[in-house]
């Protein structure tokens, strides 16, 4: 059975769903001017400054990152340059108190939402002032004062916990919703059509963002699927959806305040495409000279949508090159010393790995701890230093 009444037809008839070609929306352009017929975004002077000045910051993160990864002290690291408006415009369009379910390339929500460098760099390098204990890998944020789920390692898996997720503040009626954020890979994943279908039946206020950056780590779109990109997969839920120019930073923003006011009030989820690209590489592991060429990274680079912005707030005497020269000398510097201080801090306490699963620590892991210790003592030199210590420790203490 289906859910609306279909036409009859006295013989065959097939559709491609060609008939079906999805606007893409823009705003602003290169030049930092609106298009002809682009409206005038509400956006003030403050918040205008606050998300320019959360791209800016996670350009010079990403930036020193990578060149902390190849000097050998991280292990580690994911970039999200070029793709700042996509993350940072959505993430400016919601309530704090929203959401936020990421894949791996939204440190900008985080960001323009507070996250410190100190906090960043705390989980890059796991030391004790790293939220997640210094379990997961480098870039896998997490922040429950933010409202934003730290990040699975595993693609996709995001997804269907956002529609989850939003199905519990629908019942809450708090008035909030949940977005989250992935790439046009990630939406080749079973999770993302098991998470469509059940957000579009249950009516329930999430937003699924696509960062569809042209590539899947080394695979292009063109291999990926043969349809009209992401958003046209909304269609067969029965589900809104927008297309918008990913480096447009107030087309992005726009979009997203409208798409949470669709799931907010009226309970309906929505899909958003944000066409954009990776100017890095997919992570530190990647080399992507390997399958793109550099002629076709420069016509992106040209697109930048940190520059797009600038070049509005100046021309809306909100900003100046003074002030851009300061902003990235400051952060340039405060990332560096910030990152020396968190190499310096010691490791999170032993006793942490078998703490935060249970109310109690079982039996079990408590003799499991026991003999990693009684191993440690054996092999100490094999073992940082801070590990030393375990003689003096509680019994799965915590």
């Not at 002032?129 to 429950?144: I, W």
């Amino acid at each position: 059975m289906t859910t609306t009444k279909s036409k009859v037809v006295y013989s065959p008839v097939f559709t491609d769903g060609a008939e079906f070609r999805i606007p893409t929306f823009k705003l602003l352009k290169q030049d930092g001017t609106l298009y002809k017929g682009g409206k005038k975004p509400d956006l003030d002077k403050e918040k205008a400054l606050r998300i320019y000045k959360a791209m800016v910051m996670t350009r010079v993160l990403d930036e020193r990152m990578l060149a902390a990864q190849r000097q050998g002290r991280l292990s580690f690291y994911m970039q999200c340059t070029g793709e700042e408006a996509a993350v940072i415009g959505s993430a400016a369009a919601l309530d704090d108190a929203d959401m936020i379910m990421a894949q791996y390339r939204e440190q900008g929500a985080l960001a323009y939402r507070g996250f410190s460098i100190d906090e960043f760099m705390n989980q890059l390098f796991g030391n004790e002032l790293d939220y997640g204990k210094g379990r997961q890998m480098p870039v896998h944020y997490g922040s429950s004062k933010l409202n934003y789920m730290t990040i699975s390692s595993p693609l996709a898996t995001q997804i269907p916990q956002a529609t989850g997720y939003a199905y519990g503040q629908k019942l809450a009626g708090d008035g909030h919703c949940t977005i989250t954020y992935f790439g046009e890979g990630a939406a080749s994943e079973g999770d993302f059509h098991a998470a469509l279908n059940m957000a579009a039946v249950h009516r329930v206020p999430v937003i699924f963002l696509c960062r569809n950056n042209g590539y899947a780590i080394s695979t292009p779109a063109t291999e990926q699927f043969a349809a009209d990109g992401v958003a046209p997969r909304a269609y067969g839920y029965k589900m809104d959806v927008i297309r918008v120019d990913g480096n447009d930073i107030l087309a992005v923003h726009e979009a997203t305040k409208a798409a949470r006011k669709l799931a907010v009030e009226e309970n309906r989820p929505v899909l958003v495409e944000t066409m954009t690209y990776r100017l890095a590489a997919h992570s530190s592991s990647d080399d992507p000279s390997g399958y793109r060429s550099k002629d076709e990274e420069a016509v992106w680079r040209e697109k930048d949508p940190i520059l797009r912005m600038q070049r509005w707030l100046m021309k809306h005497k909100w900003w100046s090159e003074d002030e851009e020269k300061q902003l990235q000398e400051s952060l340039r510097k405060e990332v560096l010393e910030t990152m020396k201080r968190a190499q310096k801090r010691p490791p999170p306490p032993l006793e942490s790995l078998v703490t935060d699963v249970y109310d109690e620590v079982p039996p079990s892991l408590n003799r499991q701890f026991e003999k990693l210790k009684a191993h440690i003592r054996k092999y100490p030199d094999a073992y940082p230093k801070s590990a030393g210590a375990v003689s003096e420790t509680k019994k799965g203490g915590a």
